[in-house]
């Protein structure tokens, strides 16, 4: 394409002698928090059905790849085209219910031969954890959320809901004891059990936990908003209003 030659172009002149100095210093460890925040801003953008803004955080995250593969075509490790041709490559062999003759019922079968295509490719074959594989530097409830759909995989899992939700009552009567006896180590272990048995429960459900909780955080936001509204009607701070007026604020925006 040529709009992707042109971007190729551009950021080989912003890399080049008498370009940018910026872009002509970074490499592939010092682009990683601008990959991670890139991708978070355009599933704000999705979320938000924005698609003006989806275009822009589309290009952002496209800039990354092009980014980091002219810096790989520059060490003499990989370029553009390998990035492309290795996609292709691997879109089509986890895709042999279109490009061969494998025949899937549905599409959840399609994630299970999807998995057992992966684990059985180069490098995955010799993984002996259901953690081997999930990237560390993942969001907490996301690592937690693909953790327990292995386990899932592999036998591991609650008959149902009802069952998660029996563990989370549970995981929260171990809170409660562990505030009871004010050991703070024993309670930041609890409430991690219990933020993972929540996660479990948003998997068994077929909700995604991060998206659950971006809601829920914008949300409180909103309604914590109309708390700030009230105190600036009335010239004071949050702090001044009494809470049971907070409370009955908060309540009305629900």
Not at 3 to 26: F, N, S, Y
Not at 75 to 87: T, W
Not at 223 to 242: N, Q, T
């Given at each position: 394409?040529?709009?992707?030659?042109?971007?190729?172009?551009?950021?080989?002149?912003?890399?080049?002698?008498?370009?940018?100095?910026?872009?002509?210093?970074?490499?592939?460890?010092?682009?990683?928090?601008?990959?991670?925040?890139?991708?978070?801003?355009?599933?704000?953008?999705?979320?938000?059905?924005?698609?003006?803004?989806?275009?822009?955080?589309?290009?952002?995250?496209?800039?990354?790849?092009?980014?980091?593969?002219?810096?790989?075509?520059?060490?003499?490790?990989?370029?553009?085209?390998?990035?492309?041709?290795?996609?292709?490559?691997?879109?089509?062999?986890?895709?042999?219910?279109?490009?061969?003759?494998?025949?899937?019922?549905?599409?959840?079968?399609?994630?299970?031969?999807?998995?057992?295509?992966?684990?059985?490719?180069?490098?995955?074959?010799?993984?002996?954890?259901?953690?081997?594989?999930?990237?560390?530097?993942?969001?907490?409830?996301?690592?937690?959320?693909?953790?327990?759909?292995?386990?899932?995989?592999?036998?591991?899992?609650?008959?149902?809901?009802?069952?998660?939700?029996?563990?989370?009552?549970?995981?929260?009567?171990?809170?409660?004891?562990?505030?009871?006896?004010?050991d703070q180590s024993d309670a930041a272990?609890?409430?991690?059990?219990?933020?993972?048995?929540?996660?479990?429960?948003?998997?068994?459900?077929?909700?995604?936990?991060?998206?659950?909780?971006?809601?829920?955080?914008?949300?409180?936001?909103?309604?914590?908003?109309?708390?700030?509204?009230?105190?600036?009607?009335?010239?004071?701070?949050?702090?001044?209003?009494?809470?049971?007026?907070?409370?009955?604020?908060?309540?009305?925006?629900?």
């Amino acid at each position: 394409m040529k709009e992707i030659d042109r971007l190729v172009g551009i950021m080989e002149t912003l890399r080049a002698p008498g370009g940018c100095p910026w872009d002509a210093a970074q490499d592939h460890e010092s682009l990683v928090p601008a990959l991670i925040e890139e991708a978070y801003e355009l599933a704000e953008a999705i979320e938000s059905r924005d698609t003006a803004s989806m275009v822009e955080e589309l290009g952002d995250v496209l800039l990354q790849v092009v980014f980091h593969s002219i810096i790989g075509r520059e060490q003499g490790a990989f370029s553009l085209s390998d990035v492309i041709e290795q996609l292709c490559q691997k879109l089509i062999y986890r895709h042999p219910h279109v490009f061969g003759q494998t025949r899937v019922a549905d599409a959840r079968e399609v994630v299970r031969n999807w998995d057992q295509l992966k684990n059985g490719e180069k490098g995955k074959r010799d993984r002996t954890s259901i953690a081997d594989g999930i990237p560390v530097r993942l969001p907490a409830l996301m690592y937690a959320a693909k953790l327990q759909t292995r386990a899932s995989r592999a036998g591991f899992d609650w008959a149902d809901a009802l069952g998660v939700m029996e563990k989370i009552q549970e995981e929260a009567d171990e809170t409660r004891a562990a505030l009871e006896t004010g050991d703070q180590s024993d309670a930041a272990d609890e409430i991690g059990d219990l933020i993972f048995s929540a996660v479990n429960l948003a998997r068994k459900l077929g909700i995604d936990p991060e998206a659950a909780v971006r809601r829920a955080n914008c949300r409180f936001a909103d309604r914590f908003a109309l708390i700030e509204k009230a105190a600036a009607d009335r010239g004071v701070s949050v702090a001044d209003i009494p809470m049971d007026e907070k409370e009955r604020i908060w309540q009305k925006a629900k």
